[in-house]
């Protein structure tokens, strides 16, 4: 992509400030771990003798610390791994690639080391790092392990309702989550209707998310981003795992291509179970039925030179649902599923300034067929994304570290589109794809002003393009393909900034402002694969969020416990719903079924979390309120959002026996979500209906789960190029039935003789016990104890 | 059509253990609404026009036939208007009528009774002068005064847009012989937007409605083609899928075939899309009513009324 001309003289502004600074000397390499080769993202570089003057990896590893000439003692630390002390003599720049060893061997295991001074010292706020092998070791559903719900496990993060990976976070809707794997956005991230998220664990690095003040490197959601890195495929040694759990099968293999220069990784999982059922059903009624997912992750690399390196990501997942029944001749087909691809250019201009180039392709569809002899319907949509990225890392001195890009996406939206076919009959529904530009340039620049005082401070500029072909419903104009129809900018500041009160103790503030051009809405419970992505339109006005957050953190008994307060409060403005009397046409398009309002949600969220020791974990309790008001529902006044949750409480322990058995629990406690009640039955055609109430001015029980899980490796940490392990786990442990959903009814007999109502509840996860098996082939044997 | 229907079916089909219990709700503690179902035909075997006044009642476990006695509301001004004349709809109950009449009667109503069997006292407001026709083009406004309430609605009666070339024939080659699947043409006439419901009767037992009753043509405007009608089928023991909305070989079968209004379909596909999305997949929707002052509908039917033996 081309360079904006204003970009252009960013560029040279900050690289003359460079030339004026020239007193020191840089510092500057990548941060790997020693036994794959793979970097390390985000981890911390600091100057031991005066640790306020450090840095952190990028996303790619690089790290560039300019300091004044003179000796030094380097700390490389990074969660999960042991820190790596080098003392340099710098005279002169300087490049090291620091190699940190992990704390252990095992993935299963639970980290032991951590960077202890990170909650205090960084400028972020509202930032979380999950290394994927802290999400491996805490109990699952069915034992599948699932990135998206360790989230919801966090303070300020709420899960979309029981066992699904969806989430809300501080009051947003799920659609304002900004959800990427390698970049790409991730549209759909549930498989089966939401139970699983379409993240394989074997295939992922690194897992970020940042519910507070969002950098403006990020935009296009108002509440959370949650960056998931795919790993790279170990440098050094090939190997292969994999494990069988009761939903899925899971294999990955990676290893080197070229060593220290090329790897590769190629991770999938899919489902079995119904497949086994196959020959069961042949001959049946029922033959053909099968309902499956698979997800396929792989990433090759290649390192051209010191300057230069390649990446290319996919991802491949879906979901397959086939319903046959034969003395109706009777079907319906279900696929949906995301493909995503990127490819990455990193490139060093010098050593402190980092360039990555990206170029995005990814694709959500969603189709369902379903006929009956000679008549047969399909209804599609999904989201297409092409998208270039630049973004650039700067590190001018010790005391800014300045990033700036862009960013530009071309969408494709198909709303449902329906056809159907009745004999040589066709129909079709007039809606037609959405199309639309995306634009954003950014700049931010973390400064330290001096010891006790830094701050982030960044501004992010979008536009956002509706393009024909449409037709609008305001003035029945045509637009012809590519033509602009409306353009909406927004301006975006974000600004954090923490105070240092003593060694182990900071305040931290921030604010940020956000514009969100894409939408989903949901009438469901949670999300689901029939939602749809819709953009914004001459109808449908950008969302805007703007949020404050201020926090207190405290380290105590030696960094042993990391500790924080954090306060927040969020204005939202142009939010989405459906109307009370929605009804889903396929004829029509959604837009028009939209009414628009207002929300805002505040809260307190506590933190404690212990990362050293054989007991390790964490405690989280948010106490929060979140309320909507629109003029077209329960007539203009303020009703709390289905995601309002008064008290969340979430308690992570891992206890570390000895090498051969760990073991794993998680206490869950939420408020009831709030439901729309029954109001009132009412007769028509002498059958009793059903007449709601007030929106979401009930609430369910209150929700409470225990699960536990243990890990048994048998032959412990000395594995000689082969390990297994087994995690037996049983999900919500007491078996308490936390209702699902509820339903009413109301029966007539003959004659109106009488009539019978009922309210059900209904839960769909008692207690489930499950065992999943694990294995590892490596070349590596040099890590042996 | 409905997706959210099939991803309810896939998570049955998952095997996952629903666990049910029964609870009672939290009273809503609001005063009772005042309901409307009033209908004014016109066409083949048109009804005589006729309103029923109940009132919306609270969560209930069980409901006995005293109870429907109290839903109806008595001693309303019930008064309809068309271009040029005022009606008076008068009240009358079942136990005003005769009894060797009250079955016929109803049947007049399109009130579905089982012979010998207990009635509770059935209310409606009826046109006694038999003045009152509905006809095709016109608009009808009801008013009604009841306990100091002034409720008001307005309904259409549209052009009717026939059937045409009915006939059975075997859904596939695996049903057994004796079950048939109904199919029918339309020409749907374009450029304006139509609004269509039907029932079925079976052996002269009454109309009943399917659990999908009304359409648009929002999907085939214009257009001319050939389909299938389901039979409507109890709600109180609905059949299996293997039979559902087949019609059995030898009965005789009663289509109505009715075009409706905006607003009168607003009702009947609100109501019917809300039957169907409780549970996990979708949240509730608030039934659209054309009544101001109460709930319910004011509808406006232009009648087409087809019988065939299924063969």
């Not at chain 1, 952190?56 to 990074?78: C, E, H, R, V, W």
């Not at chain 1, 299963?108 to 990170?118: F, G, I």
């Not at chain 1, 069961?280 to 009624?285: H, P, Q, S, T």
């Not at chain 1, 087994?726 to 919500?732: G, L, Q």
Request: with cysteine; charged share 20%.
């Amino acid at each position: 992509m081309r360079l904006s001309p204003k970009l252009v003289s960013i560029i040279g502004f900050l690289l003359f400030w460079q030339i004026g600074q020239a007193q020191t000397v840089t510092l500057s390499g990548y941060v790997k771990d020693e036994a794959t080769g793979e970097s390390l993202p985000f981890a911390n570089i600091i100057n031991k003798a005066n640790p306020t003057l450090g840095t952190s990896s990028n996303a790619y590893g690089f790290y560039s610390l300019s300091l004044p000439k003179g000796d030094y003692d380097i700390t490389y630390s990074y969660l999960g791994y042991n820190d790596l002390v080098q003392t340099f003599s710098l005279q002169e720049n300087k490049s090291f690639d620091a190699e940190l060893r992990q704390g252990i061997q095992l993935e299963e295991l639970l980290v032991t080391a951590k960077d202890e001074k990170e909650n205090v010292e960084s400028t972020e706020m509202g930032t979380i790092e999950l290394p994927v092998e802290k999400i491996k070791a805490i109990p699952a559903l069915m034992g599948e392990v699932d990135v998206l719900k360790t989230l919801q496990l966090l303070p300020g993060v709420m899960s979309a309702g029981e066992g699904t990976s969806g989430f809300y976070v501080r009051g947003g809707g799920p659609d304002q989550n900004l959800i990427l794997l390698d970049e790409a956005v991730v549209y759909n991230s549930g498989h089966l209707l939401g139970f699983f998220s379409v993240f394989n664990a074997d295939a992922i690095k690194n897992t970020t998310l940042i519910k507070g003040s969002m950098p403006a490197a990020y935009g296009g959601r108002l509440s959370s981003v949650v960056d998931i890195q795919m790993k790279e495929g170990n440098m050094k040694n090939y190997s292969l795992e994999g494990g069988i759990g009761l939903i899925s099968t899971r294999l990955t293999a990676q290893g080197p291509i070229v060593r220290d220069k090329s790897s590769f990784i190629v991770s999938g999982r899919r489902t079995y179970g119904f497949d086994l059922a196959q020959p069961a059903l042949k001959g049946g009624n029922l033959e053909g039925t099968n309902y499956y997912f698979y997800d396929l992750n792989t990433k090759v690399n290649y390192r051209f030179s010191d300057k230069d390196r390649l990446y290319l990501s996919g991802y491949f997942g879906r979901d397959v649902f086939v319903f046959k029944q034969k003395t109706r001749d009777l079907f319906f087909r279900l696929p949906y599923g995301n493909s995503t691809a990127t490819l990455r250019w990193n490139h060093l201009f010098n050593d402190k300034l980092f360039m990555n180039v990206s170029a995005i392709y990814n694709d959500y569809d969603f189709s369902l067929e379903g006929g009956q002899t000679d008549f047969s319907v399909k209804v599609f949509s999904g989201v297409r994304d092409y998208n270039g990225k630049i973004d650039f890392d700067y590190y001018p001195n010790p005391k800014h570290n300045i990033r700036f890009g862009a960013n530009y996406t071309y969408h494709k939206l198909t709303p449902n589109i329906a056809n159907a076919t009745s004999g040589d009959d066709v129909f079709s529904s007039d809606l037609e794809s959405k199309f639309a530009n995306e634009t954003a340039f950014y700049l931010q620049d973390d400064i330290k002003v001096n010891p006790w005082l830094s701050t982030n401070v960044g501004l992010r500029f979008s536009m956002f393009t509706q393009l024909g072909p449409y037709t609008s419903p305001l003035s029945g104009e045509r637009f012809e393909k590519g033509d602009p129809v409306t353009t909406y900018t927004g301006l975006e500041p974000r600004a954090s900034a923490k105070v240092s009160l003593s060694e182990t103790s900071s305040i931290k503030a921030g604010i940020s402002y956000n514009y969100q051009y894409l939408h989903l809405v949901s009438n469901s419970a949670s999300t689901l694969p029939t939602d749809i992505w819709v953009p914004s339109t001459e109808l449908v006005k950008p969302q805007k969020g703007l949020q404050y957050g201020l926090g207190y953190f405290k380290n105590l008994f030696d960094n042993k416990f990391e500790t924080s307060v954090e306060l927040y409060y969020k204005d939202l403005q142009n939010q989405i719903d459906y109307g009370e009397s929605f009804v889903d046409d396929p004829a029509v398009d959604v837009e028009n079924e939209f009414v628009f309002g207002d929300g805002w949600s505040y809260g307190a969220e506590f933190f404690a979390r212990k990362n050293l020791g054989a007991l390790t974990g964490w405690i989280g309790y948010t106490l929060s309120k979140t309320e909507r008001q629109f003029p077209d529902i329960k007539r203009g006044e303020v009703y709390p959002a289905k995601f309002d949750r008064r008290h969340d409480l979430s308690v992570v322990a891992n206890y570390e026996l000895n090498d051969k058995w760990q073991f794993g629990g998680v206490f869950v406690f939420g408020t009831g979500n709030t439901y729309t009640p029954l109001r009132s039955f009412y007769l028509i055609e002498q059958n009793f209906q059903t007449r709601y109430g007030d929106r979401n001015s009930a609430r369910i029980d209150d929700y409470h789960r225990l699960d536990l899980s243990a890990t048994w490796t048998p032959k412990g940490r000395s594995f000689k190029g082969y390990a297994s392990s087994w995690t037996f786990s049983m999900y919500n442990t007491y078996n308490r039935l936390n209702p699902f959903f509820i339903y009413y009814t109301a029966e007539t007999e003959d004659n109106l003789a009488g009539a019978s109502g009922t309210a059900v509840k209904v839960a769909i996860f008692p207690v489930i016990p499950s065992i999943t098996w694990n294995f590892k082939f490596s070349t590596d044997r040099k890590n042996e104890k | 059509m409905k997706n959210r229907s099939i991803l309810l079916l896939l998570l049955l089909g998952l095997g996952l253990v629903a666990c049910e219990t029964e609870f009672t709700p939290d009273d809503a503690d609001l005063d009772p609404e005042i309901v409307v179902e009033g209908f004014i035909e016109a066409g083949d075997e048109a009804l005589p026009p006729f309103v029923l006044l109940t009132r919306s009642v609270p969560f209930f476990s069980s409901f006995d036939p005293d109870e429907f006695n109290n839903l109806f509301v008595h001693d309303a001004e019930v008064v309809v208007t068309d271009d040029l004349n005022t009606y008076s709809l008068e009240e009358f109950c079942v136990e005003d009528i005769p009894e060797p009449l009250r079955e016929a009667v109803l049947a007049l109503l399109g009130i579905n009774i089982q012979p010998d069997e207990e009635l509770p006292n059935f209310c409606a407001y009826v046109d006694t002068t038999g003045t009152l026709q509905g006809q095709i083009g016109k608009t009808y406004d009801l008013s009604i005064e009841v306990e100091g309430k002034m409720i008001t609605a307005s309904t259409t009666i549209p052009e009717p847009v026939p059937l045409f070339d009915i006939y059975f024939q075997k859904p596939t080659e695996f049903s057994p012989d004796s079950l048939l699947e109904l199919r029918c043409s339309i020409d749907d006439p374009g450029g304006r937007a139509d609004y269509y419901r039907y029932l079925t009767e079976i052996n002269n037992e009454g109309f009943v409605a399917p659990f999908q009753s009304a359409t648009d043509d929002a999907f085939f405007d214009g257009q001319s083609f050939e389909f299938v009608l389901s039979k409507a089928e109890s709600r109180i023991d609905p059949p299996g899928i293997d039979t559902f909305g087949l019609f059995t070989l030898g009965d005789t079968a009663r289509i109505k075939w009715c075009t409706i209004d905006e607003a009168h379909y607003r009702f009947w596909s609100t109501l019917e899309f809300n039957a169907v999305s409780q549970g996990p997949f979708s949240s509730y929707t608030i039934v659209d009513t054309n009544v101001e002052g109460g709930i319910g509908v004011w509808g406006g039917y232009a009648v087409r009324i087809y019988e065939s033996i299924v063969e």
